[in-house]
C-alpha cells in the first residue's frame, strides 16, 4: 500500500514511529493513510500534535475531535517553560516577514518539543544510537519551496523524517478525504489555513482581518498580546513587525518624554537583530 513507508521501515529500523498531525487536511490524509498502512501490518505507532500556544482553539478541538473518532494513540507537545509566544513576544516582539524570524518561531514553538519528545519519550535513552521515523504531510507540490524537495525521505541525527503522501497533488487530497469520509477542518474552510500556528511571522493585515471576522476569541488574544508586546516596547503589530513599523515610525517621529536617549539604545538594527536570533 505505501512503498514509502515500508522503505523507511525497513532501512532505518525505527524503534518508534510518530504520525504528525498539525490539523491541516493534507496532514489529516497523511495521519490516517499511515495509520491504516501501520495497522494493516501490526506496526504500533503515535499520533503527535504540536500546541505552538497561540493557534486556533478550534482546530485544536478539531485534532482532539479526530484522535477520539479514530481511538489514536495521542500525544500533545508544548514549547518549553520559558519559550512560550508570549515569552518570545515580551523579549522580541511580533516577530515579522523574514526567514530568520520564522525560523526562531519554528524552533521555539515546535522543533524543540518535538525533539524532546523523541529523545525522552521514544528511546530507550537520551544517547541510544536509535531512529525514530517521523511521518509528515509534505507534499511535492504544495509551495515552491517544497518543489525543491527532492526525496521524500532524509534522516536527521535520530530523526528520519519521511513523507507518505509526497507525490500526491491537492486532488489526490480531496479524493482521498471524500472517498474515506474523513472530517475536515472548519478552520480551513473558513479562512483557508490550518490555524494550528499563528505566530505571525509571515501574516498579512487581510488575515487578521479574516481572525477577527471568523474567530473573535482568538483575534482578542492576538490584541492582548499587541498590548503586552507595547508594554515591553515592542509596539508593531502582529501582521506587521519591527521592518515595517520602523520604516513608518523614524527615530524623533514620537515623544517619549520618559525614555530620552533610549533611541540610540534600541535603534532600528539592533531591533532587527534581536527579532531574528535563534
Known amino acids: 500500500m505505501s512503498k514509502i513507508i515500508q522503505q523507511a521501515l525497513e532501512k532505518y529500523n525505527p524503534v518508534k514511529v510518530i504520525l504528525l498531525f498539525s490539523g491541516g487536511h493534507d496532514s489529516m490524509c497523511s495521519t490516517h493513510y499511515s495509520a491504516s498502512y501501520l495497522d494493516l501490518i ?8 504540536g500546541n505552538t500556544g497561540i493557534g486556533i ?5 478539531y485534532v482532539h475531535s479526530v484522535v477520539e473518532h479514530f481511538k489514536w494513540d495521542y500525544f500533545e507537545g508544548h514549547p518549553r517553560n520559558g519559550e512560550t509566544y508570549e515569552d518570545i513576544i515580551k523579549r522580541w516582539g511580533f516577530p515579522g516577514p523574514t526567514r530568520q524570524s520564522h525560523q526562531m518561531m519554528y524552533i521555539r514553538l515546535k522543533e524543540r518539543a518535538l525533539k524532546k519528545y523523541v529523545t525522552h519519550s521514544c528511546k530507550s535513552s537520551v544517547h541510544a544510537r536509535e531512529n525514530v521515523l517521523l511521518l509528515s504531510g509534505i507534499r511535492q507540490q504544495e509551495s515552491k519551496i517544497r518543489m525543491g524537495y527532492k526525496d ?3 534522516k536527521e541525527n535520530s530523526c528520519v523524517w519521511s513523507n507518505p503522501i509526497f507525490h ?7 479524493r482521498y478525504m471524500l472517498e474515506n469520509n474523513l472530517p475536515r ?10 490555524g494550528e500556528c499563528l505566530c505571525g511571522a509571515f501574516a498579512g493585515k487581510e488575515e487578521l ?14 490584541q492582548r ?5 507595547e508594554e515591553c516596547g515592542h509596539p508593531w503589530g502582529w501582521a506587521s513587525g519591527p521592518q515595517e513599523w520602523y520604516k513608518n515610525h523614524p527615530p524623533g517621529q514620537i515623544d517619549m518624554f520618559m525614555c530620552v536617549g533610549c533611541e540610540n539604545k534600541h535603534n532600528y538594527s539592533e531591533y532587527t537583530l534581536a527579532n531574528t536570533a535563534v
Open 185 to 194: 477542518n472548519p478552520v480551513k474552510d473558513k479562512i483557508c489555513i490550518s
Open 152 to 154: 521524500h525521505t532524509r
Open 42 to 49: 501490526g506496526v504500533k505507532y503515535t499520533v503527535y500534535h
Open 57 to 61: 482553539k478550534e482546530t485544536r478541538d
Open 225 to 229: 498580546l499587541h498590548k503586552v508586546a
Open 168 to 174: 500526491w497533488s491537492e486532488k489526490d487530497c480531496e
Open 209 to 222: 482581518a479574516e481572525i477577527k471576522s471568523c474567530y473573535p476569541a482568538t483575534y482578542a488574544e492576538i
